[in-house]
């Protein structure tokens, strides 16, 4: 079992900064992560992951504004975004697959809008 637990979101003008956290219930150490997002009316896509082993990938619409990272000892997943514009604006998931269990956060509303 695992619980994912989003936190961060909110409102922010274009161009601005914010930085999401998923805190893990359990070691991550050993998982493959994933932030995702949906906006109003869309599918839910992929925006960064990062492997258990630290290899990183992106979608293209956030290559070079946002960054996934991680931190082992306190358990969580982060998604610092940087440049950001009205079309971020979504709810963003976290994500994680265990024993072939497909576990998702509550989600955190991110609204980019002046």
């Known amino acids: 079992q695992v619980q994912l637990v989003e936190s961060g979101g909110g409102l922010v003008q274009p161009g601005g900064s914010l930085t999401l956290s998923c805190a893990c219930s359990r070691s991550i150490f050993s998982l493959n992560l994933a932030w995702y997002r949906q906006a109003a009316g869309k599918e839910r896509e992929l925006v960064a992951a990062?492997?258990?082993?630290?290899?990183?990938n992106y979608a293209d619409s956030v290559k070079g504004r946002f960054t996934i990272s991680r931190d082992y000892p306190k358990n969580i997943l982060y998604l610092q975004m940087n440049s950001l514009k009205p079309e971020d604006t979504a709810v963003y998931y976290c994500?994680?697959?265990?024993?072939?269990?497909?576990?998702w956060g509550q989600g955190t509303q991110v609204t980019v809008s002046s």
């Open positions: 990062i492997t258990r082993g630290g290899s990183t």
């Open positions: 994500r994680t697959v265990l024993n072939e269990y497909d576990y």
